[in-house]
């Protein structure tokens, strides 16, 4: 069946992230509340403590802009920079990146900190709890990565993509992690919890990123 698409409709693009096109695609009625029409309300604990995570999974694999040496070789440091980033930023009075004067985003010092981050606690000892389990989870982390991030490989984080036209639609997301192989790129997105099973057999937000891979890498920015 063919239709007529009126000349003012045909140029129209929709602009949806990876995350968004995800969400809206699994349940139409969250994306609605979360995205077109959010109440202004402080972080959600869970949320706050999943930022918090990729902070520091960002951190790990970020070397130093003078020496070029990675960070936190010891679990120990590693925990340490999570116990003050958590009781100093998440549950403190202080930015997340006021722990450092370097914006590794944009290979600069930073010229003014973020705000605070105000988080909705659910009871009092909600603090702890995640702070241990956020513990618990970098320490498996830690163990993994170690010897992985020094094996060579090209890893590129936190990077963005802007798709300005794909099918009529700007597609835009951020990947976590991209790890340059001769084969190909190797795409790791972080989880900080237990996804659905609609999530994962869709694979709409991965299918998303690896878009966003080939569109990267067919304009040279990317190895």
Partial sequence: MQGHTPRSARNVTT?????????ALLCPARYLWESVIPEPTKENALAAWGTAQHYMRQRFFTPHPSTGRYPYEKLESFLGMWSGLWWGAVAGRNPFDSLTPYDSRRNQMRKKPLRPVEVNWEHPAQPGQLFKSGSDFLAIF??????????????????????????????????????????????????????????????????????????????????
């Fill in 142 to 223: 830690h163990r993994q990565q170690e010897r992985r991030r020094a094996d060579g490989t090209v890893r590129l984080l936190e990077q963005p993509f802007n798709i300005a036209n794909w099918h009529g639609l700007q597609l835009i997301g951020r990947i976590d992690r991209m790890d340059i192989q001769p084969q190909g790129g190797w795409i790791t997105d972080y989880k900080n919890g237990r996804m659905d099973q609609p999530e994962l057999e869709t694979g709409v937000q991965l299918t998303a990123y690896q878009l966003g891979y080939y569109h990267m890498r067919s304009r040279g920015k990317i190895p």
């Fill in 15 to 23: 602009k949806w992230s990876a995350t968004g096109a995800c969400t």
